[in-house]
T-cell receptor, first 116, second 109 residues
């Protein structure tokens, strides 16, 4: 079974530029998460989707960050404009709400963003 | 106080040793707990889930102490390949995980 897929794996941009990250969750997983991880820190939740609905976006900086999951499968996270402090790894995770380990989250490889 | 706290380490242990990490959580409403392993520049990988008092999987044992609000991870017979950062996560609200900063383990030949 394929795991969570993310692209790109690495992205280098200049500040004030826009950037987008893409995630395809594990097949059948209806819950999708976007996390941010800084060096030496644990992942921090940005947004959680149940199917196509964003059910928890309280930690998403909405002035510059946006996300969508239009058909309830893959998702895109966008930053516009990017700031130096946005340099981090952006992780996508998914879980199967109806499954036995319903809240076990599985992570993709992440996108490492560097803002110059 | 942070919701989930871990000793960052590093824990440097010889091969074959037994090592234990503790993780404390502040929200007593947390019901489920998880240990993830994260290798350098890789994503976190689920190691163990803890829903009741504990869980065991081979050389790895996780124990939950609700009274003192901590979970532990015990690794027996450490292997070089166990070297990684171990992240603890609690579920204070349904479907939302709060992670600690991780504990770094280095197993030395």
């Amino acid at each position: 079974e394929a795991g969570v897929v993310q692209s790109p794996r690495y992205k280098i941009i200049e500040k004030k530029q826009p950037v987008a990250f893409w995630c395809n969750p594990i097949s059948g997983h209806n819950t999708l998460y976007w996390y941010l991880q800084n060096l030496g820190q644990g992942p921090e939740l940005l947004i959680r989707y149940e199917n196509e609905e964003a059910v928890d976006d309280s930690q998403l900086p909405k002035d510059r960050f946006s996300a969508e999951r239009l058909k309830g499968v893959d998702s895109t996270l966008k930053i516009q404009p990017a700031e130096l402090g946005d340099s981090a790894v952006y992780l996508c995770a998914s879980s199967d709400r109806g499954g036995r380990g319903y809240n076990e989250q599985f992570f993709g490889p992440g996108t490492r963003l560097t803002v110059l | 106080r942070k919701e989930v706290e871990q000793d960052p380490g590093p824990f440097n242990v010889p091969e074959g040793a037994t090592v234990a990490f503790n993780c404390t959580y502040s929200n007593s409403a947390s019901q489920s707990f998880f240990w993830y392993r994260q290798d350098c520049r890789k994503e976190p990988k689920l190691l163990m889930s803890v829903y009741s008092s504990g869980n065991e999987d081979g050389r790895f044992t996780a124990q939950l102490n609700r009274a003192s609000q901590y979970i532990s991870l015990l690794i027996r017979d450490s292997k070089l390949s166990d070297s990684a950062t171990y992240l603890c996560a609690a579920e204070p609200r349904s479907y939302q995980l709060t992670f600690g900063k991780g504990t770094k383990l280095s197993v030395i030949p």
